[in-house]
C-alpha cells in the first residue's frame, strides 16, 4: 500500500520533529516512571494508576508511530515553489464571500498543519481545494453542508 504524501511547510516539520523529540526522551520517561511507580503499589489487577499510565504509554507510542509515519513521507513546501499570481499549498488567501460581503483570510496547509481557528485550512478541505490552481480575481464556488458558498480571489500572497 502506497502511503500518503504528507505535505509540510519548513515550521511544520520542525514542529512535528520537536514534538518526536519530546515523546521519545521526556514522556517515555515520564510514563514509565508512573508505570513502575503504580506496579510498586502492588496488585497491579485493580490499580487504576497502572491502567492509567499503561494507556498513556500505548497513546505515546502510537503517537510515536503515527510522527514517524509523517516525517517519513514528508514533502516540505520549499518557499520559491509558493507564487502569488496562482494558489497553491503555503499561499495565503484573501477571499471575499459574496453573499454576506466579508473578507476572510486563508492559509493552504497540508492537512498536517490544518488549524482552522488560525485560519490555515487543509488543501484537502473544500474550500481549500475549491482555490487551488485559482487566480487573483476568480470567483469560486463551494459546496459545504449548508448549500453552496461563493468566494472571490482578491489576494495571494506568500505567507
Not at 495565503?92 to 496547509?109: A, S
Amino acid at each position: 500500500m502506497l502511503e500518503k504524501e504528507v505535505i509540510l511547510s519548513l515550521e511544520g516539520l520542525k514542529k512535528l520533529e520537536d514534538e518526536l523529540e519530546q515523546l521519545k526522551t521526556v514522556k517515555r520517561r515520564e510514563v514509565a516512571e508512573r508505570i513502575k511507580q503504580a506496579i510498586e503499589f502492588g496488585d497491579i489487577s485493580e490499580n487504576s494508576e497502572y491502567e492509567d499510565a499503561k494507556n498513556a504509554q500505548a497513546f505515546i507510542e502510537g503517537r510515536i508511530l503515527t510522527l514517524e509515519k509523517m516525517l517519513r513521507n514528508a514533502k516540505v513546501i520549499d518557499d520559491m515553489e509558493i507564487h502569488t499570481d496562482v494558489v497553491s499549498v503555503g499561499s495565503t488567501v484573501l477571499l471575499k464571500d459574496l453573499e454576506f460581503g466579508d473578507e476572510v483570510e486563508y492559509t493552504i496547509v497540508g492537512s498536517a498543519e490544518a488549524d482552522p481557528l488560525n485560519n490555515k485550512i487543509s488543501n484537502e478541505s473544500p474550500v481549500g481545494k475549491a482555490i487551488l490552481g485559482q487566480r487573483n480575481g476568480s470567483t469560486v464556488e463551494v459546496s459545504v453542508p449548508a448549500g453552496i458558498l461563493k468566494y472571490q480571489i482578491l489576494n495571494i500572497r506568500k505567507q
